[in-house]
């Protein structure tokens, strides 16, 4: 089945740890893109990549870091300098020919806590 | 920079009745789509409306762009308790560079038999 896979499901972090959560997709899509959700507000883009190598910061980037190196995956790493993690991270990825025909497919999250 | 409001904020409904969310621009949009998401899941694309006016229907659902394309409201008919979740609107900038879509805070739906 083609899809949006993340991993872990849940996960939790130590004080002054980095985490790291991953994303794939085998749906072919080239841009791919990183989303916090926390209770009563939209999703904020974190992380977004167009291509293979490289990446563009979104509204709230600090605190968090990416790479993509392929383009079936896009990891987003929280380091320890995002002092309020806890949230519901949701990784997407679009089909789309131009820039505002982005529409988006999201995998089924990782919700993120501090120990 | 660009913001979407998005109300009310919480919405109960009896089943059987309908149901309606605004979602408000604070500048002109290229385009708007809806998402909803169900209880403990993840959004799922709903439609994009891209021009002045559209109005489309998707069974008991009706989806408006305002004429200025800086509004957009979502209308359910005679609501089901599968209708239940939160329902996004997230509006587009225009221009050529991806990213730029904005969600509005979202609507939840609960509907009680």
Known sequence: ?115 | GQQVMQIPQYQHVQEGEDFTTYCNSSTTLSNIQWYKQRPGGHPVFLIQLVKSGEVKKQKRLTFQFGEAKKNSSLHITATQTTDVGTYFCAGHAGGTSYGKLTFGQGTILTVHP
């Not at chain 1, 291509?51 to 709230?60: E, L, M, S, T, Y």
Request: proline share 3%; with cysteine; net charge neutral.
């Open chain 1, 1 to 115: 089945d083609g899809g949006i896979t993340q991993s872990p499901k849940y996960l939790f972090r130590k004080e002054g740890q980095n985490v790291t959560l991953s994303c794939e997709q085998n749906l072919n899509h080239d841009a791919m893109y990183w989303y916090r959700q926390d209770p009563g507000q939209g999703l904020r883009l974190i992380y977004y990549s167009q291509i293979v190598n490289d990446f563009q910061k979104g509204d709230i980037a600090e605190g968090y870091s990416v790479s993509r190196e392929k383009k079936e995956s896009f990891p987003l790493t929280v380091t320890s300098a995002q002092k309020n993690p806890t949230a519901f991270y949701l990784c997407a990825s679009s089909i789309s020919d131009t820039a505002t025909n982005e529409k988006l497919f999201f995998g089924s999250g990782t919700q993120l806590s501090v120990l």
